[in-house]
C-alpha cells in the first residue's frame, strides 16, 4: 500500500534551518506529483510547495517562496523540503503528500485531508 514517512524535523532557533525528507513506497512514485503540507494553529492546512514527477517544475507558496525548496530523488524515490531563514510562524506540523490532482500539487487547489495520501507528519519547532 501507499506509504510516505517523513523525517528530519525538530527544534530550530529562528534563522535556522532543516531539511525534511520523505521516503515514497506502494506506488509508482516518478508518475506522481508530490507536495508539502503543513498545519499550524493559525492557519490550518497551509500548501507549501509542489514538485512535477520529473522535478523540472516547482510551485511554491508566498510565505516560504525564497526560503524552501523542494526537491526530488525518483531513483530513492524521495521527496524533500530544504527550509532556510525559519521563524516562529513556521512552527508546525509537516505532511508529505501525494495529491489527487495536478492542481493540488500545485497550490491551485486546496488541501483536503481526506483526498490523497499523507505521511504521518514531522514536527517542527522554531523557538529561541
Known amino acids: 500500500q501507499v506509504q510516505l514517512v517523513e523525517s528530519g524535523g525538530g527544534s530550530v532557533q529562528p534563522g535556522g534551518s532543516l531539511r525534511l525528507s520523505c521516503a515514497a513506497s506502494?506506488?509508482?512514485?516518478?508518475?506522481?506529483?508530490m507536495t508539502w503540507i503543513r498545519q499550524t494553529p493559525g492557519k490550518g492546512l497551509e500548501w507549501l510547495a509542489g514538485i512535477s514527477m520529473k522535478g523540472d517544475k516547482t510551485f511554491y507558496a508566498e510565505s516560504v517562496k525564497g526560503r524552501f525548496a523542494i526537491s526530488r530523488d525518483n531513483d530513492k524515490e524521495m521527496v524533500f523540503l530544504e527550509m532556510n531563514n525559519l521563524q516562529s510562524e513556521d512552527t508546525g506540523r509537516y505532511y508529505c503528500l501525494r495529491p489527487s490532482t495536478v492542481s493540488q500539487a500545485m497550490g491551485t487547489t486546496p488541501p483536503r485531508q481526506d483526498e490523497g495520501y499523507w505521511g504521518q507528519g514531522a514536527q517542527v519547532t522554531v523557538a529561541s
Open positions: 506502494g506506488f509508482p512514485f516518478n508518475k506522481y506529483w
